[in-house]
Nanobody, 129 residues
């Protein structure tokens, strides 16, 4: 059974930082896309960041415009994990953050939720003003 488990959410002040982690189990996603989405209260789930495999053991990251320059996505294939370093946090970043993984490789970045087959349970991030 595939599981994605997020951690690292919490309450932080504006301008602060948090690092989210997502550990996958049940299968290896090393060469497949993994990413992050978020859903704020009353809003639809939106894309945050994703990765694609550029060559064995390496990957490229891509961020939504709303988080470019502030968030950094990274992976540790040895741990079958993906991370999201969030800096310069703003109140509008408040949301539940979800980790997602796909079992279909692609030369493109997956930025829509329908491209992912597996999802974590979410971790809540609250940024106070």
């Amino acid at each position: 059974q595939v599981q994605l488990v997020e951690s690292g959410g919490g309450l932080v002040h504006t301008g602060g930082s948090l690092r989210l982690s997502c550990a996958a189990s049940g299968r290896t996603f090393n060469t497949y896309p993994m990413g992050w989405f978020r859903q704020a209260p009353g809003k639809e789930r939106e894309f945050v960041a994703t990765t694609r495999s550029s060559r064995p053991g390496a990957y490229e990251g891509y961020n939504a415009d709303s988080v470019k320059g502030r968030f950094i996505i990274s992976r540790d294939n040895g741990k079958n994990s993906v991370y999201l370093q969030m800096n310069s946090l703003k109140p509008e970043d408040t949301a539940v953050y979800y980790c997602a993984a796909s079992i279909h490789g692609s030369p493109n970045f997956y930025t829509t939720s329908g491209s992912y087959e597996y999802w974590g349970q979410g971790t809540r991030v609250t940024v106070s003003s």
